[in-house]
């Protein structure tokens, strides 16, 4: 079954309010990434977080990892008409190399302007 | 700059048919994968090569043959096409080979329709 599942599926959102989105997964990891998809467009990639580490920021984003839990969050903050998007968690289970990396389910997003 | 890109980015046929999708990457990357994405945008990985050699090859039909002629090129050759094949087909790549531990670039996709 799918190693990564994002919560909640769709989420409608003012402008300029805050994003949470939510990834969980079963498995050990070495890293976790999230990535982006435009309608239309393909994957791009935005972050990713070791599973040594807690937090990781980039510009807007923050980007949580709870191993423990074995959980992660993405939150966009002061979103944006842009921002409208599909984000998906992606991980790849522990191993030495030739790992494959396994996509969630999706969140998509729409930011109402 | 177009970093990976994939021809053609549309693609109609019939069922039955033999069609190709040609990938190229020019970020100098060693490793290259085919993905599917159905309608319900499940992204799931095909195949995996790493500077021509394949490495990770999930459970796809024997239909589905890529091919490596270089590292910078991946392409992927389907025969006999079924309805079920439907699906936007997106080429990345990477660095590295460890799924994990490095960002994917993706193409723009190819958007197949089998009538």
């Known amino acids: 079954s799918q190693q990564g599942e994002e919560d909640p599926q769709a989420l409608s959102i003012q402008e300029g309010e805050n994003a949470t989105m939510n990834c969980s997964y079963k498995?050990?990891?070495?890293?976790l990434q999230w990535y982006r998809q435009n309608s239309g467009r393909g994957l791009v990639h935005l972050i990713l977080?070791?599973?040594?580490?807690r937090e990781k920021h980039s510009g807007r984003l923050r980007v949580t990892l709870d191993t423990s839990k074995k959980s992660s969050s993405l939150l966009i903050t002061a979103s944006r008409a842009a921002d409208t998007a599909s984000y998906f968690c992606?991980?790849?289970?522990?191993?030495?190399?030739?790992?494959?990396?396994?996509f969630g389910t999706g969140t998509r997003l729409t930011i109402i302007p | 700059d177009t970093a990976v890109s994939q021809t053609p980015k549309y693609l109609v046929t019939q069922m039955g048919n033999d069609k190709s999708i040609k990938c190229e990457q020019n970020?100098?990357?060693?490793?290259m994968y085919w993905y599917k994405q159905d309608s319900k945008k499940f992204l799931k990985i095909m195949f995996s090569?790493?500077?021509?050699?394949?490495?990770i090859n999930e459970t796809v039909p024997n239909r589905f043959s890529p091919k490596s002629p270089d590292k910078a090129h991946l392409n992927l050759h389907i025969n006999s096409l079924e309805l079920g094949d439907s699906a936007v087909y997106f080429c990345?790549?990477?660095?590295?080979?460890?799924?994990?531990?490095?960002?994917?670039?993706f193409g723009p996709g190819t958007r197949l329709t089998v009538t």
């Open positions: 992606a991980t790849a289970s522990s191993g030495f190399g030739n790992e494959k990396l396994t």
């Open positions: 090569y790493n500077n021509k050699e394949l490495i």
């Open positions: 990345a790549s990477s660095l590295g080979t460890s799924g994990g531990e490095y960002e994917q670039y």
């Open positions: 970020l100098g990357h060693d490793t």
């Open positions: 498995t050990s990891i070495n890293n």
């Open positions: 977080i070791r599973s040594n580490e």
